[in-house]
């Protein structure tokens, strides 16, 4: 009887052992499919895609229209054409940068004059475009004077902006803090890729092709879709004669290689990359 007893209190315990068990085996179930649902929702946080890729053309040269706008129509891939409003070829080529805007591209704010911070080293900066003789409040006209400009060619009142030579500071404060309703966001130089919730929309940084491979471009691709970035990529010259350049095959390579990962990438003007980031982030205050 006394051995009955016992085997029914052992049943009982190993029944409770049982119990345990699989609770916790459910509880890991549980655990590893949100851990699992979490991941999916990063993974497909830039409008459903993985990553965004951002491609932007400075300083309005004639490659841009020349070599790099006929690859991105041909691809239907949409860009960010930083304008230097009194560049030479904006003078000369007005109505075909107008033409832009109708293809889908962002004509964004690169100043009237290209103004940068001279001094050692930069001597190519002429006395009148050194940021060193500007005050805050002429920066400030400078750059609504070439909103105004661009809103002549397409008609737009929201557009991003990019610092040129990566130079934010006038008499040591950062402009950029009194416009911030004059632009959507602005574009620095710094090489790093962020996730969508650590985008700074003042300061977004990017990579700066200076002669790089479509390899070595590609490695900053992969790496975006990997981490899910933003990635925003910064083009000067194209094929050739500007110090800053990227060869015409290596550009076409580097476009195709995004249209081919386009169920990966989202490809954007980085005006709508930013008012995206603006909607996803959560007590987003500007
Ligand atoms: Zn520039």
Same mark, same amino acid.
């Given at each position: 009887?006394?051995?009955?007893?016992?085997?029914?209190?052992?049943?009982?315990?190993?029944?409770?052992?049982?119990?345990?068990?699989?609770?916790?085996?459910? $509880? =890991?179930?549980? #655990? %590893?499919? *949100?851990?699992?649902?979490?991941?999916?929702?990063?993974?497909?946080?830039?409008?459903?895609?993985?990553?965004?890729? &951002?491609?932007? +053309?400075?300083?309005?040269?004639?490659?841009?229209?020349?070599? %790099? $706008?006929?690859?991105?129509?041909?691809?239907?891939?949409?860009?960010?054409?930083?304008?230097?409003?009194?560049?030479?070829?904006?003078?000369? !080529?007005?109505?075909?940068?107008?033409?832009?805007?109708?293809?889908?591209?962002?004509?964004?704010?690169?100043?009237?004059?290209?103004?940068?911070?001279?001094?050692?080293?930069?001597?190519?900066?002429?006395?009148?475009?050194? #940021?060193?003789?500007?005050?805050?409040? !002429?920066?400030?006209?400078? #750059?609504?004077?070439?909103?105004?400009? =661009?809103?002549?060619?397409?008609?737009?009142?929201?557009?991003?902006?990019?610092?040129?030579?990566?130079?934010?500071? &006038?008499?040591? *404060?950062?402009?950029?803090?009194?416009?911030?309703?004059?632009?959507?966001?602005?574009?620095? &130089?710094?090489?790093?890729?962020?996730?969508?919730?650590?985008?700074?929309? +003042?300061?977004?940084?990017?990579?700066?092709?200076?002669?790089? *491979?479509?390899?070595?471009?590609?490695?900053?691709?992969?790496?975006?879709?990997?981490?899910?970035?933003?990635?925003?990529?910064?083009?000067?010259?194209?094929?050739?004669?500007?110090?800053?350049?990227?060869?015409? %095959?290596?550009? !076409?390579?580097?476009?195709?290689?995004?249209?081919?990962?386009?169920?990966?990438?989202?490809? %954007?003007?980085?005006?709508?990359?930013?008012?995206?980031?603006?909607?996803?982030?959560?007590?987003?205050?500007?």
């Amino acid at each position: 009887m006394g051995e009955y007893v016992e085997k029914k209190e052992e049943t009982k315990i190993n029944k409770y052992l049982k119990w345990t068990k699989m609770k916790n085996i459910i $509880l =890991l179930l549980l #655990l %590893a499919a *949100s851990m699992y649902q979490q991941a999916r929702g990063q993974d497909k946080e830039w409008k459903g895609k993985k990553c965004a890729v &951002v491609l932007t +053309y400075d300083d309005a040269l004639d490659q841009h229209l020349d070599n %790099a $706008l006929p690859v991105l129509d041909s691809l239907g891939l949409k860009a960010t054409f930083y304008i230097t409003a009194f560049s030479g070829s904006v003078q000369k !080529r007005l109505q075909e940068w107008k033409q832009l805007d109708k293809k889908g591209h962002e004509l964004g704010n690169h100043t009237l004059f290209h103004p940068c911070i001279g001094g050692a080293g930069r001597e190519w900066v002429s006395k009148q475009n050194d #940021l060193r003789n500007y005050s805050v409040r !002429r920066i400030e006209n400078e #750059l609504r004077m070439t909103n105004l400009f =661009l809103q002549a060619l397409d008609g737009k009142t929201k557009r991003t902006f990019a610092f040129t030579c990566g130079d934010m500071k &006038v008499d040591d *404060s950062l402009f950029i803090n009194g416009m911030k309703n004059d632009f959507a966001g602005a574009r620095a &130089v710094r090489n790093e890729m962020h996730k969508l919730n650590e985008v700074n929309l +003042y300061n977004i940084d990017c990579y700066m092709v200076n002669n790089h *491979s479509f390899e070595e471009m590609k490695a900053w691709v992969d790496k975006a879709i990997q981490t899910n970035s933003l990635l925003v990529l910064l083009f000067h010259g194209v094929g050739g004669g500007n110090s800053l350049d990227v060869s015409i %095959a290596a550009h !076409r390579e580097l476009l195709l290689y995004i249209t081919q990962k386009q169920n990966e990438i989202w490809t %954007a003007p980085l005006i709508e990359v930013a008012e995206y980031i603006r909607q996803q982030q959560p007590g987003f205050k500007h």
